[in-house]
Nanobody, 116 residues
Framework: QVHLVESGGGLVQAGGSLRLSCAAS????????MGWYRQAPGKQRELVAT???????NYADSVKGRFTISGDNAENTVSLQMNSLKPEDTAVYYC??????????WGQGTQVTVSS
């Protein structure tokens, strides 16, 4: 069984910063990619950013230039540095991992609230 444990969510004023972290643990062969998705009330879950094992990154247009994703293959962790936060960034943020042989795995989610 694989567990993804997120940390770092919270309440911040517009323009502020937060850093999310996620650690994968359990029995798996390797991780192909990790990343973050978010879901705001009444909206579908959407991609925020992903990073592959090779270090290739992908960002949603709405966060480019403000968010930075980083990963540590040895520690099986991924982090998301979020700067210049906007009220529209308010959502539950979910850690995601694409596990070799096992497929997708998701964390429980962490709330990020940005006040105006």
């Amino acid at each position: 069984q694989v567990h993804l444990v997120e940390s770092g969510g919270g309440l911040v004023q517009a323009g502020g910063s937060l850093r999310l972290s996620c650690a994968a643990s359990g029995r798996f062969f390797s991780i192909n990619a990790m990343g973050w998705y978010r879901q705001a009330p009444g909206k579908q879950r959407e991609l925020v950013a992903t990073i592959t094992r090779e270090g290739n990154t992908n960002y949603a247009d709405s966060v480019k230039g403000r968010f930075t994703i980083s990963g540590d293959n040895a520690e099986n962790t991924v982090s998301l540095q979020m700067n210049s936060l906007k009220p529209e960034d308010t959502a539950v943020y979910y850690c995601y991992a694409d596990l070799h042989y096992l497929g997708d795995s998701w964390g429980q989610g962490t709330q990020v609230t940005v006040s105006s």
